[in-house]
């Protein structure tokens, strides 16, 4: 398996703006704080074919996932990732 050569699944800017956003927003983080999303996609056996990735450049930095792609996540979905943390 080539890993070099694996295709990266593309999301719209405009729909990371707009996470990016909702998190600031439910989690009343300073602007200075950086968040970074990340659409991951995993082909091997029992793992989900895309994940979001979301971390937040805190110290110490929080991480979180979703088992959707970018364009499929809702504020719902964060909504309820940041409460069962």
């Not at 295709?7 to 983080?29: C, F, G, H, M, N």
Request: aromatic share 6%; hydrophobic share 35%; with cysteine.
């Amino acid at each position: 398996m080539n890993l070099f050569s694996q295709e990266k699944p593309k999301a719209d800017p405009t729909k990371v703006r707009q996470l990016k956003t909702w998190i600031y927003e439910l989690l009343s983080l300073e602007p200075e704080i950086a968040v970074s999303i990340s659409q991951l996609q995993c082909k091997e056996p029992g793992c989900p074919p895309v994940e979001t990735a979301i971390t937040i450049l805190t110290d110490p930095a929080q991480q979180y996932k979703i088992h959707k792609a970018i364009g499929d996540i809702g504020q719902a979905d964060l909504l309820k990732l940041f409460q069962t943390e």
